[in-house]
């Protein structure tokens, strides 16, 4: 295991391409980051709010074998329950199962992982249900270490009914095809980029936004830097 002090981590306010990270330099980074589990540090804990609807929590990790890595969970999860994500202990509690937030692809033991070549630039992963053998969901890894989920596989032809309500009209009876996996990845990108705005929880002291938000009047770091001046 490498030394804390040797490890590379962002430096403060600079961003890859996709995101800026905000960090004290008056303090040391391991001081700032929420918790830290072996060599696996949680950086910050983010609500995300679509058309001023909470719509699911993301979280960034950090370690010296993936390097940055961010996770969205929508709200009908356990761990992107609102009450969870405004509670550090709850949220904790529930980040600890790693069953329940997944870790680079782990799974738990109710679904088996199969990845479907597409020839698209992210990759796509298909889940089934061990009990049945359907096909459960679908999960995509991008390139810039986002985790999305979604396109739920109904069980018949009634559930399927309800779900392409619920999930505005992205649900399948069956594995999707690609026409519908591109489709799902499009519209969900596109809603991020135009309506997704991400307020960091109290407890996070490190201040993480995409560069979209960043550039914009609603970014939460320069809202976070004018909070931290009027205090001073």
Not at 45 to 72: A, L, M, P
Not at 93 to 115: F, H, P
């Amino acid at each position: 295991m490498e030394k804390e002090e040797n490890l590379k981590v962002p430096s403060p306010e600079t961003a890859d391409e996709h995101y800026v990270y905000y960090i004290n330099k008056s303090l040391p980074f391991f001081e700032q980051v929420i918790s830290k589990e072996d060599n696996n540090y949680l950086l910050n804990v983010r609500k995300i709010y679509t058309n001023n609807t909470y719509y699911g929590v993301c979280f960034t990790t950090f370690d010296s074998t993936r390097g940055i890595q961010h996770q969205f969970k929508c709200k009908d999860r356990p761990i992107g329950d609102l009450s969870v994500v405004e509670d550090k202990n709850k949220f904790l509690s529930k980040y600890a199962l790693k069953d329940e937030i997944g870790e680079n692809n782990i799974l738990s033991k109710s679904v088996t992982q199969k990845e479907i070549f597409f020839g698209l630039p992210y990759r796509v992963f298909y889940f089934y249900d061990n009990f049945d053998g359907k096909y459960f969901y679908t999960q995509y890894l991008l390139e810039d270490g986002r985790i999305l989920r979604g396109l739920y596989g109904a069980k018949n032809e009634k559930h399927l009914k309800k779900w392409l309500l619920e999930f505005n009209g992205f649900a399948t009876l069956g594995p999707p095809t690609k026409k519908e996996v591109i489709a799902f990845y499009e519209d969900k990108m596109t809603s991020y980029a135009n309506n997704q705005v991400s307020v960091s929880t109290d407890y996070s002291e490190i201040i993480i936004e995409h560069t979209t938000q960043y550039e914009t009047e609603w970014s939460d770091i320069k809202r976070r830097k004018k909070w931290e001046r009027k205090i001073q």
